[in-house]
């Protein structure tokens, strides 16, 4: 009797969980409508792994199942601090960080890896840095993902992560800012995958 009390209370909890979240998602998400579309067990499963294809392929250096995440034509926003905005084909997020002085997106605060942004998949190359000042390539963590479906097409993911640079040498690691995805994912021939990503560091 106890364990089915405990159990039914755990899934009223989570049940509140997931509206509450999906109205946060429906109040944050600049492309979310009104949604009218009841989505299918296959649709929830493409939505995932659209967004799976994409932190996998990055952390498992996998260009192959990081091309699966996007459409060809997708582009990335990438916002890595409030007021400043940039707009990259989505190839050039799993770009290799730059090295001390070379500039550019990737390896800046928000961009691949940079302190709050996702990692670049092929590693750092030889004599190279990441945004922090070390050679240390980040693991990505992801943190959670709020799905809408606005029609049998069309689709918004919204989705915490936190990059952490650890140091085995000197045992600590570096916690880099927190920020979110905001996805807009398209379903052709069946497949569902990413039309455009922002990653916004911090607030919007």
């Not at 509450?20 to 939505?47: L, N, R």
């Not at 792994?49 to 990055?58: E, K, P, R, S």
């Not at 500039?103 to 750092?124: D, E, K, R, S, V």
Request: hydrophobic share 35%; with cysteine; net charge neutral.
């Amino acid at each position: 009797m106890g364990c089915t009390m405990k159990f039914t209370a755990g899934i009223a909890a989570a049940s509140l969980m997931l509206v509450a979240g999906g109205a946060y998602a429906k109040e944050t998400t600049p492309s979310a409508g009104t949604a009218s579309y009841k989505p299918t067990v296959d649709d929830w499963v493409g939505v995932n792994a659209a967004v799976d294809n994409y932190t996998l392929g990055l952390e498992l250096r996998d260009m192959a199942r990081f091309d699966k995440a996007f459409w060809p034509e997708a582009k990335i926003i990438v916002q890595p601090e409030p007021g400043m905005k940039m707009t990259i084909p989505y190839k050039q997020a799993a770009a290799e960080p730059p090295k001390p002085g070379a500039g550019g997106a990737p390896g800046g605060p928000g961009g691949p890896g940079g302190p709050g942004g996702p990692p670049a998949p092929a590693g750092l190359p030889a004599g190279g840095v990441n945004a922090i000042g070390t050679d240390n390539p980040p693991w990505h963590l992801s943190l959670s993902h709020h799905f809408e479906f606005q029609s049998p097409t069309r689709a918004t993911h919204y989705g915490y992560f936190v990059s952490v640079y650890p140091d085995l040498k000197t045992k600590q690691t570096v916690v880099g800012l927190p920020g979110h995805y905001d996805d807009i994912l398209e379903k052709r021939n069946g497949e569902w995958r990413i039309l455009q990503r922002a990653t916004v560091i911090g607030v919007k």
